[in-house]
């Protein structure tokens, strides 16, 4: 299973705080992924950044794919079950404003309540779920 | 085209970021979900580093009276914990903890593989929903005058 990487997971979060201020210092806007991707589809002509921020995203899964291709790994459910994953992942990101980076990074970064209310709230509902998951649904198959 | 140029680059720091701290493989994700399991605390490395980083960062801009390439910094940014925002977030971790998928992580492996691409049209898909369900609101609102139609309107829409 996955092992403890501590240095390159604290390595990787500092050039996501990195990114975050940059957003922050340029574009004045939170770094919220659920957020930049639901501004993007609704209104992309409005603010370019936002398509060129996903676009970025993007880029780098492309570059991964052809030089190191383990780094991006596969869901351990059915294609059906990552499809209701997305759903269910766009909806509540959108109605709780906020993911894993506009909440769990920018608004922890920020000292915001509602933030740690929800980043406190989706750990949570993941954990369960992930242990529904794993041992209760997917232990049975 | 200064924007245009500062916000790839910014996605691809943050891109980066994911891919070398292991965000992009949703094993590690569950791995730290999974708390009964082989617990991985890798994740919360993540969110100290990146906060860490940030915190600094937003201290150091903090006299700055507008961001270098917009108008203004946004706000305001609301404060209230209401039900949508603990709701919502419950929904989110649900199909979080499915996957291993959040939305970041999610766009950069849905340039290297199927199940980015297949949670990423999930999430299209979600997010239309919940336009669709918002718009329910307010046009019942508007009919309605005991509903009022503010209420969809002043739903925050800046922390994230």
Not at chain 2, 4 to 29: E, H
């Amino acid at each position: 299973m996955s092992t403890f990487t501590p240095i390159s997971a604290l390595l990787g979060g500092a050039l996501i705080g990195a990114s975050a201020t940059a957003v922050w210092a340029l574009h004045g806007r939170i770094a919220g992924v659920s957020g930049i991707m639901d501004r993007a589809l609704g209104a992309p002509a409005r603010e370019p950044w936002r398509v060129a921020f996903l676009v970025g995203l993007v880029a780098v899964g492309l570059l991964v794919a052809v030089l190191s291709p383990g780094s991006v790994g596969h869901a351990a459910v059915s294609s059906s079950a990552v499809v209701l994953a997305g759903v269910l992942v766009g909806f509540g990101t959108r109605l709780g404003n906020g993911c894993t980076s506009g909440h769990g990074v920018c608004g922890l970064a920020r000292l915001s309540v509602r933030s740690l209310v929800a980043t406190t709230t989706f750990i949570a509902a993941g954990v369960v779920s992930t242990y529904v998951t794993l041992h209760g649904i997917g232990a049975v198959r | 085209m200064k924007a245009v140029l500062a916000g790839f680059l910014s996605g691809a720091l943050f891109a980066a970021g994911l891919v070398i701290s292991g965000m992009t493989q949703p094993g590690k994700v569950t791995g730290f979900l999974d708390v009964t399991g082989a617990w991985d605390p890798s994740l919360a490395l993540v969110m100290v580093g990146a906060i860490g980083v940030h915190f600094i960062g937003r201290w150091l801009l903090a006299r700055r009276s507008a961001p270098a390439l917009a108008a203004a910094f946004e706000n305001p940014i609301p404060t209230r914990v209401d039900a949508p925002l603990v709701v919502g977030s419950a929904v989110f971790g649900i199909g979080w903890g499915i996957a291993g998928f959040c939305p970041g992580p999610a766009i950069v492996a849905a340039g290297a593989g199927v199940d980015g691409l297949l949670f990423v049209f999930g999430m299209g898909g979600g997010i239309a929903l919940h336009h669709f369900a918002r718009s329910l609101f307010a046009s019942r609102g508007a009919a309605d005058v005991s509903v009022r139609p503010l209420a969809v309107d002043a739903s925050p829409t800046t922390d994230g």
